[in-house]
């Protein structure tokens, strides 16, 4: 779907027509970070009792911040993965969050070990991983996948920038509770937790020029949007952008000034979801509504595996 919102006009198009849609001189800007295989099965000591990790946030080499699957898991307590690596819950945080520490980092470990973890609504494993993958994929780091790059194939990006559209990278490494619901009646209420995110000195130069000559900054998912104009913010000076490095609360409402994003491209969200509250503060709340329902009438598919829509 593309969505104009100023008019509110849509169309409705397939994804390799997004070229029609981009100027030379656009600059599209992709999250660069690679779901890490964070799901580990283990077992209690001494008990042999069957539990699962999955791995949120790398704090120091060998910790990391954890969700627990299994009763008991307090802090003290020590777990073996099947390949005989142990390791001890160092502290309880809240909920089945704990902060972990392995014998010794997990490096190779984790790769032979780990499965990707899939979003709770997809409910069969995929025969080939990659599929949860963006094709620019190469930071390990998230726990899930920058899903509205998925749509980009090797040879959409190689026309693309046969038409003079530059692909930019940066870095989010995206943690599980960007999916939590905002459960408070009043979302400016909701704790959005930190998620890492790098935008190097190169980066954004090219954006402060690209921005100065007229051109516009495409964001590829709600990462890419939140890193962007997280730099923004630190910089302070409207519209424009030094490098930024380190965690990121921003939460977008509606109301939300954006200072460089001028088109977005995004996947259909969840309700009550903060990505969806992100999109409606660009579109309005008014018009991704209504799109949303125009969506479901077309029998649009949602979420992680669903279609695309630009917004711009």
């Keep these: 779907m593309v969505l104009n919102r100023k008019t ?26 690679r779901v890490i295989p964070a799901r580990l099965p283990a077992r209690k000591l001494p008990t042999g009792g069957k539990v699962e990790l999955l791995l949120l946030d790398r704090l120091a080499p060998g910790q990391w911040k954890a969700l627990v699957g299994g009763k008991g898991l307090l802090k003290g307590k020590k777990v073996e993965l099947e390949n005989g690596l142990k390791a001890e819950i160092e502290e309880e945080l ?43 994929a190469e930071e390990p780091g998230s726990s899930a996948a920058p899903t509205a790059g998925l749509h980009f194939t090797p040879n959409l990006l190689t026309q693309l920038a046969q038409q003079g559209v530059e692909m930019l990278e940066l870095t989010l490494h995206i943690g599980l509770d960007t999916f939590a619901p905002v459960t408070e009646s009043d ?14 000195p190169e980066a954004a130069q090219k954006i402060n020029t690209a921005k100065k000559r007229g051109n516009r900054i495409v964001a590829v ?18 519209g424009t952008l030094t490098a930024f490095e380190g965690p990121t609360d921003l ?12 088109a977005m ?10 990505l969806l509250m992100l999109v409606s503060a660009f ?14 009438k077309q029998n649009y598919r949602f979420y992680s595996f669903g279609d695309a829509m630009l917004i711009q």
């Design 8 to 33: 509110g006009e849509r169309l409705h198009r397939h994804f390799f027509n997004i070229s029609e849609y981009l100027q030379p001189g656009d600059l599209l800007v992709v999250n660069r970070s």
């Design 94 to 136: 809240e909920g089945a969050q704990r902060i972990i520490r392995f014998e010794q980092p997990l490096g190779k470990d984790l790769e032979a070990l780990g499965q990707v973890p899939l979003p709770p609504y997809i409910h069969q494993s995929l025969e080939d991983s990659e599929r949860y993958q963006t094709v620019y």
């Design 187 to 200: 979302p400016q209420e909701h704790i959005i937790h930190t998620e890492w995110c790098h935008l190097s």
């Design 221 to 238: 998912g709600t990462t890419s949007v939140r890193v962007l104009e997280s730099a923004a913010r630190a910089f302070k000076t409207k």
């Design 251 to 262: 939460f977008i409402l509606p109301g939300y000034e954006f200072q460089i994003v001028d």
């Design 265 to 274: 491209i995004t996947n259909f969200h969840l309700p009550r979801s903060t």
């Design 283 to 296: 579109a309005s709340q008014e018009k991704i509504l209504e799109s949303y329902r125009h969506a479901i």
